[in-house]
């Protein structure tokens, strides 16, 4: 009799790591990025400010240049872009992480943000909540016969949403919010009222290059964020 003898080997393998998904939306472009702190344990200032950011998207690689020496980098999968990055700042160095959420028509995000500044065994942080606007967004994708993506030109829509913040320039340092400004489309009978902190929306703003003034009692030159085609101009965003 003949006994043959078996081993049996079992080979464990581990989990995929997880996939970054095809992005949602193409992030290349000017955001203007409105910021309203949380917290500020360096200055306890918790005034919203606003900056910009010019996005490079390759796949799902992301970079984003912010005025005056900062460069984030990260990802975007799906709709969700994380990035972060280091600069000088203050005689330290400034560390940001942020996370954001692109809009269904990619023209809008929102989201959040931490930092932290080191220098010479010195540190404080804080963090803040995010809303960004396209310069001269995209637009949605027409659907099938001819139908206008969400805030779109595509399929023959002749107007788009406008969204935009209002703020007045104590310095170019400390933008601070206007409420209450009246918000007008020149060479039409659109207009819109700023909220609590400088908000507003205007619905079937034509398609196109277009100009916009603002109204706000003890405020003159007061710049609109967000509305201008593809940079903040004094001339065409102002009174």
């Known amino acids: 009799m003949c006994v043959l003898a078996f081993d049996v080997v079992f080979v464990a393998c581990g989990e995929d790591e997880a996939v970054c998904a095809d992005p949602a939306a193409d992030a290349t472009g000017d955001w203007e990025m409105l910021a309203t702190p949380t917290q500020d344990t360096c200055e306890e200032d918790l ?11 390759d796949g799902n690689s992301l ?3 912010v005025p005056p020496n900062a460069t984030l980098t990260g990802t975007i999968c799906g709709d969700q872009i994380r990035m972060s990055g280091s600069y000088p700042e203050d005689g330290g160095t400034t560390t ?23 220098s010479d065994g010195q540190s404080c942080g804080g963090s803040e909540t995010l ?16 139908t ?35 918000v007008r489309v020149s060479d039409t009978n659109l207009s819109a009222m700023t909220d609590q902190v400088g908000a507003f929306t205007i619905e079937d703003v034509p ?21 201008c085609p593809q940079r903040r101009t004094r001339t065409s965003c102002s009174t």
């Open 47 to 57: 005034t919203p400010y606003s900056f910009t950011v010019t996005m490079t998207q």
């Open 63 to 65: 970079t984003g240049q």
């Open 96 to 118: 940001v992480n942020l996370e954001l959420t692109v809009s269904d028509d990619g023209n809008s995000v929102e989201g959040s943000d931490t930092w932290s500044w080191t």
């Open 131 to 146: 809303t960004g606007t396209r310069f001269g967004g995209t637009g949605g994708t027409g659907g099938t016969g001819g």
């Open 148 to 182: 206008g993506g969400t805030g779109g030109t595509g399929g023959g829509a002749q107007t788009s949403t406008v969204n935009g913040t209002v703020f007045t320039f104590l310095s170019l340092q400390n933008p601070v919010a206007v409420s209450g400004a009246t």
């Open 207 to 227: 398609n196109g290059e277009n100009f916009f003034t603002v109204e706000a009692p003890g405020h003159w030159g007061s710049w609109i964020t967000g509305t």
